[in-house]
């Protein structure tokens, strides 16, 4: 449910939005630097623009300590574990 909430916090569902002046994209708003970061540290090869990837490595960030990453985790009382 929470994880629901920061999707439509970040991006209201839309999988092209873009974001922070053009540095973040997708459901989950990741910046491309991040978002390989998360990758490599996940093990993973992944598709930035690819919504499905950007959903496993959100699930995948919350699930292992990267929640703070979200500022709409950060604020407005989602509190992702």
Known sequence: KDFRKLINCESQWNATAVGD?????????????????????????????????QVWLGAWGIAN?????????????LFLK
């Open 21 to 53: 002046k053009g540095k973040a994209y997708g459901l989950l708003q990741f910046w491309r630097g991040t978002f390989n970061t998360f990758e490599d540290e996940a093990g993973r090869d992944l598709q930035y623009k690819d919504w499905q990837d």
């Open 65 to 77: 300590g990267k929640r703070s990453h979200w500022t709409c985790a950060r604020r407005g009382g």
